[in-house]
């Protein structure tokens, strides 16, 4: 299993920023793929995530600025980041949860900077 993120970078607040996570060894189209971040100091917390159907769901903070969406073809998940804020500042990861071996998958981060 892997999962490859892309697209980070720096950004002025107010800005966009689209994110991407490139997955295989997944049978993709039938599980759950969540984005989480880190910011310095800080716990782990999941930002958006979306099931096998579509659904899709946000932390508090991020509702109405992030949209979670995925590409059952290309077996990639995206998240994309308007209106941010200095506090969406941190490190992402792009997340898949294994049932069937009871474990967590883990893309390698991408920085997100946003300044004020």
């Known amino acids: 299993v892997q999962l490859q993120a892309s697209g980070g970078g720096s950004v002025q607040a107010g800005g966009s920023m689209r994110l991407s996570c490139k997955t295989s060894?997944?049978?993709?189209?039938?599980?759950?793929l969540d984005w989480y971040r880190q910011a310095p100091g800080k716990e782990r917390e999941m930002v958006a995530s979306i099931t096998s159907s579509h659904a899709t769901s946000y932390e508090d903070s991020v509702k109405g600025r992030f949209t979670i969406s995925r590409d059952n073809v290309r077996n990639t998940v995206a998240l994309q980041m308007d209106s941010l804020e200095p506090e969406d500042s941190g490190v992402y990861y792009c997340?898949?949860?294994?049932?069937?071996?009871?474990?967590?998958?883990w893309g390698q981060g991408t920085q997100v900077t946003v300044s004020s």
């Open positions: 997340h898949y949860w294994s049932d069937s071996r009871s474990r967590h998958y």
């Open positions: 060894g997944i049978l993709f189209r039938a599980n759950t």
